[in-house]
Antibody
Framework: DVQLVESGGGLVQPGGSLRLSCVAS????????MNWVRQAPGKGLEWVSV???????YYADSVKGRFTISRDNSKSTLYLQMNSLRVEDTAVYYC?????????WGQGTMVTVSS | QSALTQPASVSGSPGQSITISCTGT?????????VSWYQQHPGKAPKLMIY???NRPSGVSNRFSGSKSGNTASLTVSGLQAEDEADYYC??????????FGGGTKLTVL
């Protein structure tokens, strides 16, 4: 079975940093378009970032320059390094595999930015 | 990057059909056949219902169908059932190599 499991969420102060991880089983992270999508409490889905199989990366304007997506093929893991966190970054963060649509999602990890 | 436009809510009675629209621009919905639809129940991760405008993933009921005309995509749910009550989101690939989601539509089965 293909599965994605996120971790690394928690409570952080504004201006702080956090690194999220997404461990993949049943699929090769480096061969897929892997994304991060977030959902603020009571709000809709917001796409955050993608890393293509060729290594190219793209970001939403709201996180550009603050967040970095990366992967470790040997660990089958996708990462999201989040710096200069803001209150408005508070959300559940999902990783998702894109194959013409986000076919596979993790269960999400909650990030709370608050003083 | 403005979100795609969806109605905030739609409703229908069991057995009826409803359609949810998703309006974008020529730089996203109108320019690519990479429109997807997701169903999300409270507290759950989203589930892909339609991809590439009109394709259904394995296991998704054929009561769900998708289409596109110009800059507007649509999701139709026929033969409404109680378990269809959920939030629905559209998404589209964009000319900036990013992805845009719609604001979401709450489907109520009366």
């Amino acid at each position: 079975d293909v599965q994605l499991v996120e971790s690394g969420g928690g409570l952080v102060q504004p201006g702080g940093s956090l690194r999220l991880s997404c461990v993949a089983s049943g699929l090769t992270v480096s061969s897929n378009y892997m994304n991060w999508v977030r959902q603020a409490p009571g709000k809709g889905l917001e796409w955050v970032s993608v890393i293509y199989s060729d290594g190219n990366t793209y970001y939403a304007d709201s996180v550009k320059g603050r967040f970095t997506i990366s992967r470790d093929n040997s660990k089958s893991t996708l990462y999201l390094q989040m710096n200069s966190l803001r209150v408005e970054d508070t959300a559940v963060y999902y990783c998702a595999r894109d194959h013409g649509g986000f076919h596979i999602w993790g269960q999400g990890t909650m990030v709370t930015v608050s003083s | 990057q403005s979100a795609l436009t969806q109605p905030a809510s739609v409703s229908g009675s069991p057995g009826q059909s409803i359609t949810i629209s998703c309006t974008g621009t020529s730089s996203d919905v109108g320019g690519y056949n990479y429109v997807s639809w997701y169903q999300q129940h409270p507290g759950k991760a989203p589930k892909l219902m339609i991809y590439e405008v009109s394709n259904r993933p394995s296991g998704v009921s054929n009561r769900f169908s998708g289409s596109k005309s110009g800059n507007t995509a649509s999701l139709t749910v026929s033969g409404l059932q109680a378990e269809d009550e959920a939030d629905y989101y559209c998404s589209s690939y964009t000319s900036s190599s990013t992805v845009l989601f719609g604001g979401g539509t709450k489907l109520t089965v009366l």
